[in-house]
Nanobody, 126 residues
Framework: QVQLDESGGGLVQAGGSLRLSCAAS????????MGWFRQAPGKEREYVAA????????FYADSVKGRFTISRDNAKNTVYLQLNSLKPEDTAVYYC???????????????????WGQGTQVTVSS
């Protein structure tokens, strides 16, 4: 059973930074692409970033490109999302996600992700 546990959310002022972590268990972490999504109140879930199994390939939504950085440590079974230059519109619950199988092609479709963490709240005050 794949388990994803996010941490690192919180309240931060606009312009500030946070680092989200997602610890994965239940299978060989290093074989699989990982992703981050977010959902703001009243809005659809947004696909934010993805990273390939080795970390060689990354994907970012236009809304976060240049401000967020996804990374992973396969020795620690953990994927990270560094959030810099935060804006009030970044306020959302952030979810870590993983596909059931091996992803082919890049970037992966948002539909490729099957497993989800419980989410961590990020609130950016103006």
């Amino acid at each position: 059973q794949v388990q994803l546990d996010e941490s690192g959310g919180g309240l931060v002022q606009a312009g500030g930074s946070l680092r989200l972590s997602c610890a994965a268990s239940g299978r060989t972490f290093s074989r699989f692409t990982m992703g981050w999504f977010r959902q703001a109140p009243g809005k659809e879930r947004e696909y934010v970033a993805a990273i390939s199994s080795s970390g060689a390939n990354t994907f970012y939504a236009d809304s976060v490109k240049g401000r967020f950085t996804i990374s992973r440590d396969n020795a620690k079974n953990t994927v990270y999302l560094q959030l810099n230059s935060l804006k009030p519109e970044d306020t959302a619950v952030y979810y870590c996600a993983a596909p059931r199988g091996i992803v082919t092609g890049w970037p992966p479709s948002h539909r490729a992700f099957d497993y989800w963490g419980q989410g961590t709240q990020v609130t950016v005050s103006s």
